[in-house]
């Protein structure tokens, strides 16, 4: 089963909707916001830093939402 990250800090029912229909199509799938991600410099480690995908990079990644002011 692949895993799939859904960037969204609200899910609200809409989320709930792309959780099911991913479900549908045999994947599961996490929230999560992009505020908790970073890149990560180190060599030998993933480069992009998700909470709940420390161990493997998602197979897919869905976004739903950016939140308001910066990302640096």
């Known amino acids: 089963m692949g895993r799939i990250a859904i960037f969204t800090d609200d899910p609200g029912w809409h989320g709930k909707q792309l959780r099911l229909a991913f ?39 869905f976004v739903r939402g950016v939140p308001g002011g910066s990302l640096e």
């Open 23 to 61: 479900a549908n199509l045999g994947y599961s799938s996490d929230y999560v916001s992009l505020t908790n991600c970073c890149f990560n410099i180190e060599s030998g480690q993933n480069p992009i830093v998700i909470p709940g995908f420390e161990h493997a990079l998602p197979d897919a990644a």
